[in-house]
């Protein structure tokens, strides 16, 4: 080997790291001597975040703590890291906000329901993975949703986060003025997820728009809820434009995480299985057991993909 190479490599290697670790858009934190987390009830001055989080590479997020403990068992036995029956602890038992979990280089970690609780939940772990050193990151949001146009059960895997007006864009007043930032979520990662789909070939999955509302009820056009102005057709036009628009399940978390991933240079997705075909209904009324094995096919489809990425598959 020519003199120099293997410093040349060295070199280009720690480029390359740094170029793939996580970006923060906030100049303020570089001058603060402590950063407390403290909706995880973590801070960089009691915790050692580069031993405890510093191999992550893979974060999933999703709504309920009971989901998320849920995941990271599935994924830690897939994996082969922990024996059946283990009881993972919660990293965040200081704090009933959200909820842990960590298993290899895998962190689970549950974000509430809409975009407020999901916003609060991103900004303290980006800053966690940054402040651990992690590099090339990869964090998937799985969930539930309802579907359009798909028959319950089906699982989509997001294109393009979009607005209620079916725009890829995310809108937030800071300092009252309006900040709109873009949703576009990584095409490749989408591409690697859906071929996954089809290798384990347990249940439909289409790649599809993702409408993000700010509420359950009349954002997402129910007839159902306390209050509602709209007749019956009113909302199937809406609903049938938004599928036109490419629009294929609405939940409430995909514009800010699709934007504050997109700001950090975070490879990002979205996975989400549909409850029920809205096009058809409004109320959930499947059985327990059946919502259960539902809830599990982002989890299945995700486990597959954290394996096949770890040469385990």
Do not use: W
Not at 53 to 71: I, N, Q
Not at 169 to 186: A, H, P, Y
Not at 284 to 309: A, C, M, S, W
């Amino acid at each position: 080997m020519a003199p120099g190479l293997p410093d040349k490599k060295k070199a280009e290697d720690e480029q390359s790291s740094k170029k793939n670790l996580i970006h923060l858009c906030n100049p303020h934190l570089e001058q603060m001597k402590e950063d407390v987390l403290y909706h995880f009830a973590l801070g960089t001055g009691t915790q050692d975040f580069p031993t405890l989080f510093g191999d992550v590479k893979f974060v999933c997020v999703g709504g309920s703590p009971s989901r998320m403990k849920a995941f990271i068992t599935y994924v830690a036995e897939e994996l082969g890291l922990r024996t059946p029956g283990y009881d993972h602890p919660n990293i965040c038992a200081g704090t009933d906000r959200y909820a842990m979990y960590k298993a290899g280089p895998v962190l689970s970690v549950s974000h509430g329901m809409g975009i407020p609780s999901i916003a609060i939940m991103l900004h303290e772990l980006i800053k966690l993975l940054h402040h651990a050193k992690c590099s090339s990151v990869t964090v998937i949001r799985i969930g539930t949703s309802g579907g359009i146009g798909l028959d319950p059960g089906s699982v989509v895997i997001t294109r393009q986060a979009v607005d209620a007006t079916f725009k890829p864009q995310f809108e937030q007043l800071i300092l009252g003025k309006n900040v709109i930032r873009s949703t576009d979520l990584d095409e490749q990662l989408a591409n690697e997820l859906m071929q996954c789909s089809n290798e384990i070939a347990q249940f439909n999955t289409v790649i599809g728009n993702t409408m993000c509302t700010l509420d359950f009820y009349e954002g997402q056009a129910r007839l159902d809820g306390a209050i509602c102005s709209y007749t019956e057709g009113e909302k199937l036009q809406y609903l049938k434009e938004a599928y036109d628009a490419g629009v294929r399940n609405i939940e409430m978390e995909s514009s800010v995480f699709a934007a504050m991933c997109k700001l950090s240079g975070i490879k990002a997705a979205v996975v989400c299985v549909t409850l029920l075909n809205r096009l058809e209904g409004d109320q959930i009324n499947t059985p327990h057991d059946v919502l259960v094995e539902y809830q599990q096919r982002p989890q299945k489809l995700v486990g597959h993909f954290i394996k096949k990425y770890l040469g385990k598959v």
